[in-house]
């Protein structure tokens, strides 16, 4: 059966491995999105003075995490295809849940930006589940379990703000992070021996040098529009959410 499943393009855990990437990117959407509400808190509190200031540096640290996750997303793409999904993902969370931690133990702003850069080199776990997920699950079944994983996606992403509103006044800033941390590092461990991944299928050898990904792409105007529309619109609604709190003190 697990030949079988192998030979035919899924994995027999497909199941399982859903459960683990709807939970691991629930949860680092959590943690990737529940600052919103307190960051420029934070920053007053690391030092920053003068409303332009927080401000300002409010909109570097959160910017810097989407940043730096830009510049490697082609890089774990490949390493991706080259040593297999799984071992992303678990790059990913280990590397987060550190980075987050650590965040809530910084004694400067400067700190803080330098963190929120490595938690950007650091991710991709969303990204990375949506892959394998698609790749190791039943054909006749990839629509619904990609539906699935992104209402995961989604749904952390709307439900970090609140608990980010909800968790300092009760627990604090920097117990918050260290418990998004640990939350990390549970998807960590459920990601290492829970998710089973078939391994990557062998290349066929070619004497023929191969394309790289762009140059296999044969007309590039679709995908040049939608990486601008994209990124217009992530501009649009991303660029308020980093003051958003100092608007409502006002």
């Not at 959407?29 to 307190?38: E, N, R, W």
């Not at 992104?150 to 992403?157: D, E, F, M, R, V």
């Not at 191969?210 to 660029?239: H, Y």
Request: hydrophobic letters at 50%.
């Amino acid at each position: 059966m697990a030949e079988n499943s192998t030979q035919s393009g899924y994995n027999i855990h497909w199941r399982r491995n859903l459960a683990v990437c709807f939970a691991g990117s629930f949860s680092t959407l959590i943690a990737m999105t529940l600052l919103l509400p307190f960051l420029p808190l934070y920053v007053e509190q690391l030092g920053a003075e003068g409303h332009a200031a927080i401000v300002q540096w409010s909109g570097v640290a959160y910017g810097a995490t989407f940043f730096a996750a830009a510049l490697v997303a082609p890089l774990w793409g490949r390493l991706g295809d080259r040593y297999g999904r799984k071992l992303m993902l678990v790059r990913a969370s280990f590397g987060m849940a550190i980075c987050m931690s650590l965040t809530g133990m910084v004694e400067s702003v400067w700190q803080l930006v330098l963190l929120r850069l490595l938690i950007g080199f650091a991710g991709g776990y969303s990204s990375g589940s949506t892959i394998l997920v698609a790749m190791q699950t039943p054909k006749e079944r990839s629509g619904w379990a990609l539906g699935v994983l992104s209402a995961g996606i989604t749904a952390g992403s709307l439900v970090g703000p609140l608990l980010g509103g909800m968790l300092p006044p009760v627990i604090g800033i920097r117990a918050t992070f260290l418990l998004s941390g640990a939350v990390i590092f549970l998807a960590f461990l459920a990601t290492t021996f829970l998710i089973k991944e078939n391994p990557p299928a062998p290349k066929p050898v070619s004497s023929a040098k191969p394309k790289s990904g762009w140059a296999q792409i044969p007309d590039k105007r679709p995908v040049v529009a939608m990486l601008t529309t994209g990124m217009l619109l992530a501009f649009a609604t991303m660029s308020i959410e980093p003051i958003i709190t100092v608007y409502v003190q006002q």
